[in-house]
């Protein structure tokens, strides 16, 4: 949706589709951002529930959970 309403020195990207993380550095930036919203910059690191998609492999599943401990989670729970 958002290409061609961008200007050319804009790169879109698309890091998760489908519940699956294709770009880790640029996942982890954009979760970045949002952890910092909902989160803020706390000293307590929360415990984390994610849900992966059933279709996801284990090698999937282990990125999106460092992917969460990148991000300072204490504790990092999945349900597929």
């Given at each position: 949706q958002?290409?061609?309403?961008?200007?050319?020195?804009?790169?879109?990207?698309?890091?998760?589709?489908?519940?699956?993380?294709?770009?880790?550095?640029?996942?982890?930036?954009?979760?970045?951002?949002?952890?910092?919203?909902?989160?803020?910059?706390?000293?307590?690191?929360?415990?984390?529930?994610?849900?992966?998609?059933?279709?996801?492999?284990?090698?999937?599943?282990?990125?999106?959970?460092k992917?969460?401990?990148?991000?300072?989670?204490?504790?990092?729970?999945?349900?597929?």
């Amino acid at each position: 949706q958002m290409r061609g309403r961008v200007g050319a020195h804009i790169s879109v990207k698309f890091p998760i589709k489908n519940g699956q993380i294709y770009d880790f550095d640029v996942a982890l930036a954009m979760m970045k951002l949002f952890w910092e919203k909902i989160i803020g910059r706390n000293l307590v690191s929360p415990g984390v529930m994610v849900s992966i998609p059933t279709s996801s492999t284990q090698v999937s599943e282990s990125i999106t959970t460092k992917l969460f401990y990148s991000l300072g989670a204490k504790e990092v729970y999945t349900i597929s």
